[in-house]
């Protein structure tokens, strides 16, 4: 959220600022406090946690089969993903100079592939690797986690997503720093953040032909200068310490400017571009209604970049949870939203209860997360549901974990 006003607070109405302070915070923490309140004194949150654990399969199978089970599902899901998009697009990008075509191989990692693929490759991401990686380093795991780290490093520069290397290792650095291994934390770090600036070296044609023009000889050179656009010819060239400069930037940009502009923006577009939806941008009210269903997180897109949309690109404006009620029933939408995430954090709560390492290894990237996504997607596509079925199955109770620390 911090992240979220100090965007707000840049250019954008101040009533936009007071809008979410008063009709979507304060209702959180209000409705919070009492829900816990109730849940433990009624003996709610005894029962949910006692309900998982009943269903934990720790005993039931071994850790070697588990850790066998996490590299086989993942190796089959590179080589499956691989047959249907027709190879690496993260590794095809490395040799393309024009921007649009970077921008269909990465556009392609998902849309090339079947529903049922897109789901299980989210899921791969989201919940899998993260999950798997935790479950290896507590049961000391160490080959199986070294395969299965390289594994998340190679389907991470595959997906052209800089995001997906944090999702991945940031609950294992996180266990590794608790555990007092300090060197293995930094030096995951270091490869988190290499890959980041790889990735922006990937994308990036003007960084490409930057390093690697002192290598070509004339007649490669025209021929990448006339594959790129014209603007990228003509970019400033960095090294790669200004790669490693931009890297830090954009991440400061996405972490504590983007998401609270995007939400500012989508105050601007509603309503006074697009109407409030009145449960239109929700699939489920649309199939029982037969309504037609919206998903402003596209539609949008050209309404707020219409210079990319004029180039040929069409992507989505993924903007924090509570706007995707705002979207539908306006200022009322804000303190629902309050309510639903609620109820959804009191349950994750009940669930890890007396688990406060897991909870927050767990729980941290899918709560950051729903700053640039809709509860809805985030606990299903977005691998966060799966996360708490995994812990329920895997790593719950507590005492497991301990005799494995």
């Given at each position: 959220?911090?992240?979220?006003m100090i965007?707000?607070?840049?250019g ?5 600022t ?11 923490l ?5 829900f816990?309140?109730?849940?433990v ?9 006692r ?6 399969l720790q005993?039931r199978v ?5 850790t ?6 993942i ?7 691989a ?9 095809k ?5 024009k921007?649009?075509r970077i921008f269909?191989l990465?556009?392609s990692?998902?849309s090339?592939?079947p529903?049922?693929l ?5 899921f ?17 795991k ?7 780290v390289l594994?998340?490093f190679?389907i ?11 999702t ?6 996180l266990?590794?720093?608790y ?8 030096l995951?770090?270091g490869?988190?953040?290499f890959?980041?600036?790889?990735m922006?070296?990937?994308?990036n044609?003007a960084l ?5 023009s002192?290598?070509l000889?004339?007649a490669?050179e025209r021929t ?8 990228a010819?003509?970019?400033?060239r960095m ?8 890297a ?14 995007t939400?500012?923006?989508w105050?601007?577009?509603i309503p006074?571009?697009?109407p ?5 941008g ?5 199939a ?9 997180s596209?539609e949008?897109?050209p309404?707020l970049?219409?210079h990319?949309a ?10 924090a ?6 979207a539908?029933f306006?200022l009322?939408g804000?303190p ?6 609620t ?19 767990l729980n ?7 700053s640039s996504?809709?509860y809805?997607?985030l606990?299903?596509?977005g691998g966060?549901?799966?996360i708490i ?5 895997l790593?719950?109770?507590t005492?497991?974990?301990q005799?494995h620390a």
């Open positions: 959220m911090l992240g979220i965007g707000l607070s840049q954008y109405d101040p009533r936009y007071l809008y979410v302070s008063t009709l979507y915070l304060l209702p959180c209000a409705f919070y406090s009492l816990h309140f109730l849940g004194r009624l003996g709610m949150a005894s029962f949910i946690n309900t998982a654990g009943r269903l934990s005993h071994s850790p070697q089969q588990i066998l089970a996490f590299l086989v599902f190796v089959l899901v590179i080589i499956i993903h047959i249907y998009v027709q190879g690496f697009p993260g590794y990008a490395l040799t393309e100079f921007q649009l269909s990465r556009k990692v998902t090339d592939i529903g049922w897109k789901y299980i490759y989210s791969s991401i989201k919940a899998i690797i993260p999950v798997g990686l935790v479950y290896m380093h507590l049961y000391k160490k080959k199986a986690m070294f395969v299965f594994l998340a190679f991470g520069i595959n997906s052209m997503q800089k995001s997906h290397f944090l991945f290792f940031i609950p294992l650095t266990l590794l720093f555990h007092r291994q300090f060197r293995k934390g930094l995951l770090i490869g988190i953040l890959c980041i600036v790889f922006i070296f990937v994308t044609p490409k032909y930057s390093a690697l002192p290598f000889n004339e490669k990448i200068k006339k594959d790129m656009d014209k603007g010819v003509n970019e400033p090294n790669i310490g200004e790669a490693n400069e931009k830090v930037n954009s991440l400061i940009l996405r972490t504590f400017y983007l998401p609270g502009s939400v500012g923006k105050f601007k577009a006074r571009k697009k409030f939806l009145h449960g239109k929700y699939k489920l009210y649309c029982v209604t037969g309504e037609t269903f919206h998903d402003y596209r949008l897109y309404v970049y219409p990319y004029k180039r040929g690109f069409a992507g989505s404006v993924n903007v949870s509570f706007m995707y009620e705002y539908n306006g009322w804000l629902l939203s309050a309510f639903i995430i109820l959804i954090l009191l349950t994750v709560t009940f669930v890890f209860r007396g688990d406060w390492t897991m909870q927050i290894l941290t990237i899918p709560v950051l997360f729903l996504g809709s809805t997607s606990l299903l596509s966060w549901g799966l079925l995994l812990y329920i199955l790593l719950h109770p005492k497991i974990q005799q």
